[in-house]
């Protein structure tokens, strides 16, 4: 038998974290953006009572609802997270990413009311400044305390509410907010540590948990049908 003899070598390939620390390091790539999360509320629930073909109906209807109204509001889905999705809206508009909220809660309270799609989510909504950036499918994504924040905020918000930080009320021209079934909306709460803190809230009857965040937090909710 014949020895091969192979010289080492090292092929360089530029790899994707290099590219994201000199993104992260760009001054050019932080960016004023709200920032809305989206999430279907007791989906694992769901899925394990009712049978594939019945919840898969359900997250498609979800899914393309949110997809299709967000044109209107002057934003896009930055991506879908299995039950739900991150959306991102420009430096102007963070009253538009509150209305496309309240139009995603009135079309559920819509299809529930007409018994199309029984489904329920939660919204928090966050504007501040963020890290813009190519994912490697090559879309836009984004990273930063803001999108942190409208993760939890959503985590932490009723079912059929609207969590919305005070960057986004100040931001917002909030007498502009608008929905056709009429809304409710808290007092701003000053929340002293969110890890820890939680206030009980009330609106229209419907009893539930503001989960404090080191910042006032408004709560918005639509007026159900009769």
Same mark, same amino acid.
């Given at each position: 038998? /014949? ?17 994201? =620390? *000199? ?6 790539? $932080? ?38 109204? %967000? ?5 896009? %889905? ?5 039950? @739900? ?24 309270? *819509? ?19 963020? %890290? ?8 836009? *994504? ?7 924040? =409208? ?21 917002? =021209? /909030?007498?502009?907010? $608008?929905? $056709?079934? @009429? ?9 002293? *540590? ?13 009893? @539930? ?12 909710? %639509?007026?159900?049908?009769?």
């Amino acid at each position: 038998l /014949m020895a091969l003899e192979f010289a080492p070598f090292i092929l360089e390939v530029p790899g994707p974290m290099a590219l994201l =620390a *000199d993104t992260f390091r760009s001054p050019s790539a $932080r960016v004023p953006k709200c920032i809305a999360v989206v999430d279907l509320v007791n989906s694992t629930a769901m899925k394990e009572r009712e049978p594939e073909a019945s919840w898969l109906t359900t997250y498609a209807w979800f899914l393309d609802t949110l997809t299709e109204s %967000i044109r209107e509001f002057k934003g896009t %889905i930055c991506k879908y997270l299995g039950d @739900g999705v991150m959306a991102v809206f420009g430096e102007d508009s963070p009253v538009e990413a509150i209305n496309w909220g309240v139009r995603v809660q009135e079309s559920l309270a *819509d299809a529930s009311a007409e018994r199309h799609v029984a489904c329920d989510c939660s919204i928090g909504i966050s504007y501040g400044e963020v %890290i813009e950036f190519d994912s490697p499918s090559g879309t836009k *994504d984004y990273i930063g305390s803001a999108v942190d924040r =409208a993760f939890r905020l959503c985590s932490a918000a009723n079912a059929r509410a609207i969590f919305v930080d005070i960057n986004t009320v100040s931001a917002a =021209a /909030m007498n502009k907010v $608008r929905s $056709r079934m @009429g809304l409710a909306s808290t007092p701003r709460r000053q929340a002293k *540590d969110y890890q820890s803190v939680e206030q009980s809230v009330t609106v229209n009857g419907f009893v @539930g948990h503001l989960a404090a965040f080191g910042d006032p937090v408004a709560q918005i909710q %639509i007026r159900q049908p009769a």
